[in-house]
């Protein structure tokens, strides 16, 4: 479920977080100093994977009649967009791969097929979202509104309505509400109910 009452969580000492943070560290350090050429390796050949599976998906249903080339091409397509999604637009997008230093695969250059540009993603998700992690009213990607995340949700925002959003609501999430007015309206709105919810 997600967090209603942030005094609730916050409740880690300063040395509970300095502590946290060394952990942290330590893990970011890690990975720093073992990945290499394999791993770009990795990427690359996932991007290639990713670009067959979309091209032979859509040769698959228009170059045939067999249904079974349907259903073939219809995997691949889903396949393609999950990698799309998941392990490539997400994670370069995240800077994930900047250190290559390859214009091709860098979070200030990629592009990919979601609803909105990838400026527009990286305000919404990864300064948003990764800044207000399941926090209602101020992380908009636990339901948009449209999904029952806490127990207290009643009425249109019901358990009735979440099994009827559930099927559009990864639409939403790709984008589709991350317009640049929209965020801008919501600004003043995550900032007072920062203010309200942290008592400040």
């Given at each position: 479920m997600a967090i209603t009452d942030?005094?609730?969580?916050?409740?880690l000492t300063e040395a509970d977080v300095e502590e946290l943070a060394r952990e942290l560290d330590a893990i970011r350090t890690?990975?720093?100093?073992?990945?290499?050429?394999?791993?770009?390796?990795?990427v690359r050949r996932t991007i290639q994977l990713q670009r067959a599976l979309a091209a032979g998906g859509r040769i698959a249903l228009m170059a045939s009649r067999n249904k079974v080339a349907w259903v073939a091409g219809t995997a691949m397509l889903a396949a393609?967009?999950?990698?799309?999604?998941?392990?490539?637009?997400?994670?370069?997008?995240?800077?994930?791969?900047?250190?290559?230093n390859d214009p091709e695969i860098h979070s200030t250059e990629w592009e990919w097929d979601t609803t909105s540009p990838s400026v527009q993603w990286k305000k919404s998700h990864n300064f948003v979202h990764h800044k207000y992690t399941n926090i209602v009213g101020m992380d908009d990607d636990v339901g948009y509104g449209l999904l029952r995340v806490t127990q207290t949700n009643t009425g249109t925002n019901g358990i009735s309505a979440t099994r009827s959003t559930t099927c559009c609501s990864e639409h939403f999430s790709s984008g589709e509400l991350r317009c640049t007015e929209w965020n801008c309206r919501r600004s003043a709105e995550v900032r007072n109910l920062r203010t309200r919810s942290l008592g400040t």
């Open positions: 942030i005094k609730q969580y916050a409740h890690d990975i720093e100093e073992s990945r290499g050429e394999r791993d770009a390796r990795y393609a967009k999950i990698i799309e999604n998941m392990e490539l637009g997400h994670n370069i997008t995240h800077g994930q791969w900047d250190w290559m």
